[in-house]
């Protein structure tokens, strides 16, 4: 099964459909559609939506037998996804911790690498309404603040940034990941969230962005994993690894190890 370009990256919610759909299509590395068509299941967190997106794209067109299956989701949601065995060929979480509850047994020998880094931003609607220009101004009563819930990686940063520069932000609601936690700011309906630096830069003109200083700023390093040696899967992998993969993380915000 090959989903369009633009339906390609899954969002959280709708990933439990979309793995239920996979598994019916195709089992994790193999053909789907046409004999020599292989498919590669990969399960990320959320804030790698657009650069795994674009990156899946460019393979392709160089592997056109490989089609790449994209789902994202919050890092722990895809840690208890692949545990109760959904269909995955490989993973990439937000945060070394994140990678901690996977069964090992699942993990591929010598596969777990760095694919890159991430800070966290804050993020207003544009034109910054709410004129938040440092942390200590998420503290005002007035303001609408959304977090990470601290299930997510970008919830234990957030929380960990805020403890750092002794800030009790005033928060009206904790969602799910980082990529619901932004569109709460590009919807109007919250007046500063933290997610990551490269959600800031995703989204473009769509949302403002604010820096966080180094001294309390947070960094997560984006560990991947094979989940089997399938020449499909190592060939993505790869992929994501070489000078053009990592060109693609870069432009999207990230950062390299």
Do not use: W
């Not at 020599?36 to 794209?57: I, K, P, R, Y």
């Not at 299956?69 to 919050?74: I, R, V």
């Not at 959304?146 to 970008?154: G, M, N, Q």
């Amino acid at each position: 099964m090959r989903l369009p370009s633009t339906r390609r990256a899954a969002t959280a919610t709708a990933l439990t459909l979309t793995l239920a759909t996979l598994s019916g299509c195709a089992a994790a590395g193999g053909s789907a559609g046409r004999p020599d068509q292989q498919t590669v299941v990969v399960l990320g967190a959320s804030s790698l939506t657009e650069s795994l997106t674009q990156a899946a794209e460019g393979f392709e067109k160089s592997h056109p037998g490989i089609d790449v299956q994209l789902s994202f989701a919050s890092s722990s949601t895809v840690v208890t996804q692949v545990n109760q065995g959904a269909p995955a060929d490989l993973v990439a979480l937000a945060g070394t911790s994140a990678m901690d509850p996977l069964e090992k047994s699942r993990i591929a020998a010598g596969s777990i690498r760095t694919l890159a880094g991430n800070t966290l931003e804050i993020a207003t609607p544009p034109g910054n309404p709410g004129k938040v220009n440092a942390l200590a101004d998420l503290s005002g009563r007035s303001l609408k603040v959304v977090l990470c819930a601290e299930t997510a990686p970008c919830g234990k940063a957030a929380a960990k940034t805020l403890a750092a520069a002794g800030v009790a932000a005033h928060v009206v609601s904790y969602e799910s990941d980082a990529k619901a936690t932004l569109a709460k700011v590009q919807l109007g309906e919250a007046d500063a969230a933290i997610v990551y630096h490269s959600d800031v830069v995703s989204a473009g003109t769509r949302v403002h962005g604010v820096p966080i200083p180094a001294s309390v700023n947070q960094r997560l390093e984006y560990p991947m994993a094979r989940l089997n040696d399938d020449p499909a899967t190592v060939a993505f992998a790869t992929y994501l690894l070489s000078g053009q993969g990592r060109r693609i993380l870069r432009d999207h915000g990230l950062l390299m190890p």
